[in-house]
């Protein structure tokens, strides 16, 4: 068996008689979400006799002879051995599982972390003098990295109201080339019109980047709704056990070469352990998104009924801007969202969210586990004035009995009206 590193059909990685008779999941077009998330980026080829594909840990890969290498310089694509910044099986398969799973994309790049897939792709398509447009509800370090180091670069960022339409198209310049959307946004959960800005921004030849890490393609297929380049924080719900950060970004046929060669010139790549274990967490993404819709509803819905809750801002809720165009472009809803404590203030809240006990206070979300935290968005606004009167807090709803985490929500509230009173 040859296990080197080789190119084209000299390519064998297991004996013949090990290879499985499961069909490849890129001759499976068309499958349901379900069926796609567990048949989604397997190859015989990568995977032979086992199910899912080993890890490779490679720097070097090794060829047979001087023309193979030559050969190998040949064609830049996953599914060629030539380097180990290039991948192997383990990362080509999470990539092109992702790639399966969002409807027109032509590939998907991986980066160490999310917003290394925000930073990277927005500088695979701005160049000195070009203009960014950010929604006013960004994710605070993507709003950091613009603000920073795309400024050090010459390269300017403007804010938009999250919940503009096609009337966009009022703010572009001759210098605008990209606008990044995030819908819902991941602490205010604005849902955007990103057909009608994308259709905006299409007509002016300006490219358009979302960050899509709450919906994931499940809920959201961005590019079928007119993105040109769709990011996750895999580190989220792919990967979905809070154990490994990942970020990803999908594009169709347009920007996937921009985008493969600049991460490949900055030198990204993601370790085989970490794609092994994304992929694993892949394979349950549709099971556990259902449960946190699920679960997070039930919490939502309960949390509305309390006196001390003002707004739910949940997408899936009337409450939240933007929830008419949740029902008309998503598929569900996953399991972060916010709510108000009417009167509450800092110290409230700080009691409220320190009296729970099945919800962890930290940052990320998308794991098995509850998350609570206590989110000012007025502070990291320029475009929009945040004027909610109470004290937000958001929820990530894990994998736990949804009626074990209201019980212990009420005893945060127990606390809060002790405070408050
Ligand atoms: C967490 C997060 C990111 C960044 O992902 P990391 O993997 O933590 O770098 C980007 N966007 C949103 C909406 C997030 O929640």
């Not at 939502?300 to 409450?319: F, I, M, N, T």
Request: charged letters at 20%.
């Amino acid at each position: 068996m040859t296990v080197a590193g080789l190119n084209g059909a000299q390519t064998r990685i297991h004996p013949k008689s090990l290879v499985n008779r499961l069909t490849d999941s890129k001759d499976l077009p068309g499958k349901k979400p379900a069926t796609q998330a567990v048949t989604s980026g397997r190859r015989k080829k990568w995977t032979g006799a086992v199910v899912n594909p080993p890890v490779w840990r490679a720097s070097t890969h090794l060829y047979d002879s001087v023309a193979d290498l030559r050969a190998g310089l040949s064609a830049n694509e996953d599914g060629r051995f030539f380097y180990g910044r290039r991948g192997s099986p383990t990362q080509w398969s999470l990539a092109a599982a992702l790639t399966e799973m969002e409807p027109g994309a032509a590939g998907t790049m991986l980066y160490p972390s999310g917003l290394s897939a925000i930073a990277c792709a927005m500088l695979a398509v701005l160049k000195p003098g070009d203009e960014i447009l950010l929604t006013d509800n960004s994710y605070d370090p993507s709003r950091s990295y613009a603000d920073a180091f795309l400024k050090r670069m010459g390269i300017s960022a403007r804010y938009y109201d999250p919940m503009i339409d096609s009337d966009v198209s009022s703010l572009f310049s001759d210098q605008t080339k990209a606008i990044l959307l995030e819908s819902p946004g991941s602490l205010t959960f604005e849902v955007q019109d990103v057909p009608a800005i994308c259709a905006a921004a299409k007509q002016a030849g300006i490219v358009t980047l979302l960050d899509n890490t709450w919906a994931t393609s499940r809920f959201f297929p961005a590019i079928k709704n007119g993105v040109d380049i769709s990011i996750v924080a895999a580190t989220k719900y792919i990967v979905g056990h809070s154990d490994v950060m990942m970020g990803a970004a999908t594009t169709h046929d347009k920007y996937w070469t921009p985008l493969r060669r600049t991460a490949q010139q900055l030198g990204i790549v993601v370790s085989p352990d970490d794609a092994f274990l994304a992929a694993r967490g892949l394979r349950t993404l549709e099971v556990r998104l259902k449960q946190h819709e699920q679960s997070a509803l039930a919490v939502a819905q309960w949390l509305k009924s309390r006196p001390e809750v003002g707004k739910v801002l949940h997408p899936a809720l009337p409450d939240c801007p933007g929830h008419e165009i949740w029902k008309r472009d998503f598929h569900g809803s996953s399991g972060l969202f916010s709510f108000e404590l009417a009167d509450g203030d800092e110290q409230s809240r700080a009691a409220f969210i320190d009296a729970l006990t099945l919800f962890g206070i930290g940052y990320s979300w998308g794991g098995f586990e509850s998350l609570a935290l206590p989110v000012d968005p007025g502070k990291h606004r320029t475009a929009t004035e945040w004027t909610m009167k109470g004290a937000l807090v958001r929820l990530h709803i894990g994998l736990e009995d949804p009626d074990d985490l209201i019980d212990d929500l009420a005893k945060g509230f127990e606390q809060f009206n002790r405070i408050s009173s």
